[in-house]
């Protein structure tokens, strides 16, 4: 079973930035996803990239124009680039990995997903 592994969390200032990483151990499927989960609230999918469709990227509007998800295949790696983040952001950052091609708003639908990473922490202080 593919192995997903995150790093690149910590604490920032408020209008700060983070880039995280996802590295699985194999190929880890066709859609790829970064969700998050802040205390006491579900978790909730933030940014996703599906490889075989074209536009396959796709942004919730809490994140959209600050955070942008890429992925280098040569490495089975997954980034999100965060940038200007918010108190608002701060959460626990799970990559997950589904062998199906999902599209529009099935990309951020939890039950979706069959690999998860166990998370790195995002803390942003005002």
């Known amino acids: 079973q593919v192995r997903l592994v995150e790093s690149g969390g910590g604490s920032v200032q408020a209008g700060g930035s983070l880039r995280l990483s996802c590295v699985a151990s194999?190929?880890?499927?066709?859609?790829r996803a970064w969700f998050r989960q802040a205390p006491g609230k579900e978790r909730v999918g933030i940014a996703g990239?599906?490889?075989?469709?074209?536009?396959?990227?796709r942004y919730t509007d809490s994140v959209k124009g600050r955070f942008t998800i890429s992925q280098d295949n040569a490495k089975n790696t997954l980034y999100i680039e965060m940038n200007n983040l918010e108190p608002e952001d701060t959460a626990m950052y799970y990559c997950?990995?589904?062998?199906?091609?999902?599209?529009?708003?099935?990309?951020?639908?939890?039950?979706?997903?069959?690999?998860w990473g166990q998370g790195t922490q995002v803390t942003v202080s005002s």
């Open positions: 997950a990995a589904s062998p199906y091609t999902l599209i529009g708003g099935a990309i951020f639908r939890f039950s979706e997903y069959s690999t």
């Open positions: 194999d190929n880890p499927g066709r859609t």
């Open positions: 990239i599906t490889n075989t469709v074209v536009d396959g990227i």
